[in-house]
């Protein structure tokens, strides 16, 4: 055994093959050293020069698909929910609706009048649902005398949209729906109830919407939480 150039190096004779094994530095030599030697910037390699390109471009391939598959992730997560709803259950007593949206949307959904009315619902479906989700919800109401308006949001349902924002735009939506009561029902105490998606976007847009009451359901609490969630669920 000996140390040449910082290195411990032990030969081992076998028949006529020689064999060479580098083992560590020594304990005086900092990083700056074993730096400069991976590099093969003071003349002596750990790695051959073939051997290092071949590591580097591995990291950057996989910091690449890395990057890649966070793209991926995030388009599936904001890609629209587009589906024909279709016409109201039989047994629901609703009838079509649309109203615009500062979300640059022309939403979609339906209504139930009572008469006489006892206040009116405001239901607000999750991520990547539509209005039909609600319609359980919505017969209760409709049978304990409430009126209830259901819709899709953007990029749900029969509501266009570019990409989800998981409340962003949504909430423009909330306020939009509330607006169109005060001139649909005007003297009409209106309340919400929202799921999710639903939950997030009334509590981004009650400062505007002034709701009467909320119910707020599986509201994530926050965004980043809601994304982790959902790359869970798929």
Known sequence: SEVVGGFHIHRVLRSTTRIVLLRSLTVKEGYGTWWERFQGTDGVSFLPMRL???????VMAGILAGLAFTFYVGQALAAPMRVAVGAPPLDLPAEPVTFQ?????????????????????????GVRANRL?????????VAA??????????AHGESPGQQITVGHLESRDVIAARE?????????RVAAI?????????????????????????????????????????
């Open 52 to 58: 290092r390109r071949v590591a580097v471009l591995l």
């Open 145 to 154: 005398g409430y009126s209830v308006l259901l819709f899709d949001f953007q």
């Open 101 to 125: 949206s500062s979300s640059g949307s022309l939403i979609r959904g339906w209504i139930c009048t009572a008469r006489p009315s006892r206040g009116v619902v405001i239901l607000m479906h």
């Open 180 to 188: 169109f009561l005060r001139t649909t029902l005007p003297n009409e």
């Open 194 to 234: 929202g799921v999710s998606l639903g939950a997030a976007s009334i509590a981004l847009g009650n400062g505007q919407a002034s709701f009467d009451a909320v119910v707020l359901e599986s509201m994530y609490p926050t965004v980043s939480e809601a994304i982790e969630d959902r790359l869970r669920l798929r």
């Open 133 to 141: 989700s609600m319609v359980d919800r919505a017969r209760f109401l």
